[in-house]
């Protein structure tokens, strides 16, 4: 999480595929793009001030998702 250079970033991933072979499929999946900007600041594409200004915690999306429950009911 603390890699900003991509070159370091494909390094090591790189070394985790040499000694974790069957990890290929999993590594594949979070390095794909939509994924990969979630989660490592070396694709990211959202302005880092923004991204800091976020709320850590799900709260709001779990809020909203109890709104829909409410107003739906569970099995919609």
Do not use: C
Not at 41 to 69: I, K, V
């Amino acid at each position: 999480m603390e890699i900003k250079s991509l070159d370091e970033f494909q390094s090591i991933v790189q070394w985790i595929l040499e000694e974790f072979p069957d990890t290929a499929n999993w590594i594949e999946y979070w390095l794909r793009k939509p994924h990969a900007q979630m989660i490592f600041p070396t694709f990211m594409s959202m302005d880092s001030e923004l991204w800091e200004a976020l709320p850590a915690t799900t709260n709001a999306q779990e809020s909203l998702h109890f709104q829909l429950y409410r107003a739906t009911g569970h099995d919609k």
